[in-house]
T-cell receptor, first 118, second 114 residues
Framework: AQKVTQAQTEISVVEKEDVTLDCVYE???????LFWYKQPPSGELVFLIR??????QNEISGRYSWNFQKSTSSFNFTITASQVVDSAVYFC???????????????FGEGTQLTVNP | KAGVTQTPRYLIKTRGQQVTLSCSPI?????VSWYQQTPGQGLQFLFE???????NKGNFPGRFSGRQFSNSRSEMNVSTLELGDSALYLC?????????????FGPGTRLTVT
């Protein structure tokens, strides 16, 4: 079974600080996809980034960047120059494909509550 | 393009009753998934539908069921409600059923069972 662990339950930073959210995953699949979602107080999960298992190139998109390391099964997410509007719960997720059912599912971590103070 | 819509947004039911939640996916999306979110268990996968067929199911009792219509809209039903069913139920849609596609979530239905 797949598992996603986000060890940081809560993080509190001051505006403009950089913050990194950690994610460790377990899977037996050789091909898989990793995602980060943001859940603001309104409750709707917002898709942020996706990464596939065979591309370890790290990228930057605006203030977001991610560090995918297959050797340590980690997929960390960094927000540069954090803003108050970044305050939300952030979820790391692993996508699993079932050949038996031709279906997929997302396995989520426990979430990290990020609070950015002015 | 309109996002995923869910109705109703809030619902209060009594133990033993049943409830039906509705989800309309993003136009053109053919896969719909449902998730339950609770403070204790976090986000848990319920089921996934594609082409009116259930493709995958999470570890939930048979009281939880769902279906998908030909226009990709989906409904989930919970019968004989229990207090523990109180949760935020999130619907997500994606273009296809493959795991590579990102899922886009609706605002959720907040169900309270008393």
């Amino acid at each position: 079974a797949q598992k996603v662990t986000q060890a940081q339950t809560e993080i509190s930073v001051v505006e403009k600080e950089d913050v990194t959210l950690d994610c460790v995953y377990e899977t037996r699949d050789t091909t898989y996809y990793l995602f980060w979602y943001k859940q603001p107080p309104s409750g709707e999960l917002v898709f942020l980034i996706r990464r596939n298992s065979f591309d370890e190139q790290n990228e930057i998109s605006g203030r977001y960047s991610w560090n995918f390391q297959k050797s340590t099964s980690s997929f960390n997410f960094t927000i540069t120059a954090s803003q108050v509007v970044d305050s939300a719960v952030y979820f790391c997720a692993l996508s699993e494909w079932s050949r038996a059912t031709s279906g997929s599912r997302l396995t989520f971590g426990e979430g990290t509550q990020l609070t950015v103070n002015p | 393009k309109a996002g995923v819509t869910q109705t109703p947004r809030y619902l209060i039911k009594t133990r033993g009753q049943q409830v039906t939640l509705s989800c309309s996916p993003i136009s053109g999306h053919r896969s719909v998934s449902w998730y339950q979110q609770t403070p204790g268990q976090g986000l848990q996968f319920l089921f996934e539908y594609f082409s009116e067929t259930q493709r995958n199911k999470g570890n939930f009792p048979g009281r939880f069921s769902g279906r998908q219509f030909s226009n990709s809209r989906s409904e989930m039903n919970v019968s004989t409600l229990e207090l523990g069913d109180s949760a935020l139920y999130l619907c997500a849609s994606s273009l296809e059923v493959l795991s590579s596609y990102e899922q886009y979530f609706g605002p959720g239905t907040r169900l309270t069972v008393t």
